[in-house]
């Protein structure tokens, strides 16, 4: 995204607060305004007192009567420029403040409805610095706006047209010398912005590496890896400081010209006002004037250098912060779209196809129905589709081509939240907030009682393992549920939907062993939460796949073998070859 569409687009984001941007800006106008009288009431006073000096007596009545409406317009303009620079300062510290959390807010919602593909592209980790960075460069570009840079721009836009009316060759040079200082500091923008680019990009790695490398402490310690993560680290650290110093080089450049830009611009100007006084173009008080111009704008200016060197550097932040807003938030909502209400449960599967790349169908003309209440087990090798294919259900992707019906009604045609009300998703990975047991419960239904989580819970077996925990429902469920143990994890995730009770089910089975007393209360907790609704499985276990209505064997995103549990078996053919190899695991439970 080019510098300036990148610029109004983070004015674009002040959104609500547009109105008070507004208003800054008019201030600020005012504000120039009072800064640039001062100069050019100073030099009236000079003149007034210039040709005083040059009468013979000095009569201080004429004096003073010349000099008053020049010093109370003076202390009039003072005040005004005080008044207006507290405005400023308090009203765009506090739009910066209050916009930075709506916009932080709109990030946080925006990334947790992205597909999951998406948040795995980009690692978490890194999807939080770029919240945090992005919202603090957003924030200080507005305050830097606001406080600084629409005032430099609006000095110019005044200055340029009053300088002109003063006098013609000063306000030549000094536009000359505003244009040479905005060119050459472009031109170190330039070189910088690439440079920058290249060190966000190593930043990024780095924190990634961190995020990644704390999120596996214990993977580290096992493997004694301590020294080698560090060792990776030490040289991410170089390769930043590498990309770093020739773009703080060209800062360094930008920062001794500015200084220098001053002292030669009153230079410049005060050679050609003497030259100009010479032939009587000019008085002293223009002269005295045009250098407080030179003064005051090469001010200006020098901020606006700052300001663009801050937008240079939050440049990469920004840009990757928009461009994670661009992603398309989610599946689309139909302008029509109704509220299901609670569905029966009768699921078809109209030859639906979907691929997450052209190269290949992940689900190929997939069609099958199941009845209300029904139980349907799909199995078959691993990246064959099964977890795709659900995922179209609760509408995580859309399918490319055929439909996915529930109770005859396309699924596109509900709204969102409402066909993922009636549908209830148990993981194969137990996610859990790192949350207390009943907070990590209530998310199936924030409205439970605790009568009701004890229900849940006791119909998961999970009850006596929670009560047995050091604070019961209270105990912290850990990071990522890193205190509970597998089977403990799956059944607190059964327990959350059952709460849930949703007429639709998808139960991803968990394909790691379980010692054989968990594993039979993990299939129990199974059978009972499968009771009165439909219920999709993709299946490991042998007694969940006898247990099944409907078996579909599902290969290359395709279904090639169909029907009950005995009829397969019967039957030659891929499930059969399946049993036989042994691929379905544990027939101990059967
Ligand atoms: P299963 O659940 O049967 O193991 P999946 O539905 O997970 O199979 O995967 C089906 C195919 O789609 C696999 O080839 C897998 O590599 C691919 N796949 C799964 N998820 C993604 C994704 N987010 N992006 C790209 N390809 C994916």
Known sequence: MPWLRLYARVLALLGAQKRTGWWLALANLFLVCAVFAEPILFGRVIDVLIRQTSDATIHSNVLWSALTPLLSAWVLVGLFAIVSGVLVALFADR????????VLR?????????????????????????MLQGTDALWSIWLSFFRDHLAAFLAIVVLIPVAFFLNWQMACLL??????????????????????????????????????????????QSFTR?????????????????????ALSWWAVITVLSRSATTLAVLAMLLLGLWLFTHGQISIGEIVTFIGFAGLIIGRLEQAVGFANRLSLEAPKLREFFEVMDVNAQVPEAPNAREPGRLRGAITFDAVGFGYDER???????????????????????????????????RLFDPQHGAILIDGIDIRQFTLSGLRRNIGVVFQETLLFNR???????????QATEEQLRQAASQACALEFIEQLPHGFESLAGERGRSL???????????????????????????????PKTEAAVVQAFERVRQARTTLVIAHRLSTIKRADVVLVVVDGKIVQAGSFDE?????????????????LEPRSA
Request: charged share 20%; aromatic share 6%.
């Open 95 to 102: 739009l910066a403040h209050a916009q930075r959390h709506v």
């Open 360 to 394: 290949r169908q992940a689900v190929d003309a997939m069609s099958f129905q199941v009845m209300p209440g029904q139980t349907v087990a799909l199995v078959g090798p691993s990246g064959a589709g099964k977890t795709t294919a659900l995922a179209l259900l609760y």
């Open 175 to 220: 536009l000359a010398l505003c244009v040479l200082f905005v060119a050459m500091t472009t031109f170190v923008l330039r070189q910088t912005d690439v440079l920058q680019r290249t060190v966000e990009h190593h930043h990024s790695a780095l924190a990634e590496h961190v995020a990644d490398t704390l999120g596996n402490v214990a993977l580290v």
């Open 485 to 515: 143990s597998g089977g403990e994890r799956q059944r607190l995730s059964i327990a959350r939907a059952l709460l849930k009770d949703p007429p639709i089910l998808i139960l991803d089975e968990a394909t790691s062993a379980l010692d």
């Open 568 to 584: 397969l078996h019967a039957k030659e053919g891929y499930f059969s070859d399946m049993l036989k190899s042994q691929f379905i």
């Open 106 to 130: 709109d990030y946080f919602e925006h990334v947790l409805q992205l597909p999951t593909h998406h948040r795995d592209l980009k690692h978490s980790g890194r999807l939080m610095k770029i």
């Open 226 to 246: 301590v020294q080698q993560e560090v060792g990776t680290l030490k040289t991410l650290s170089e390769q930043v400081l590498r990309a770093q110093f020739p």
């Open 436 to 446: 207390s047991v009943a907070e990590n419960l209530r998310v199936g239904n924030p």
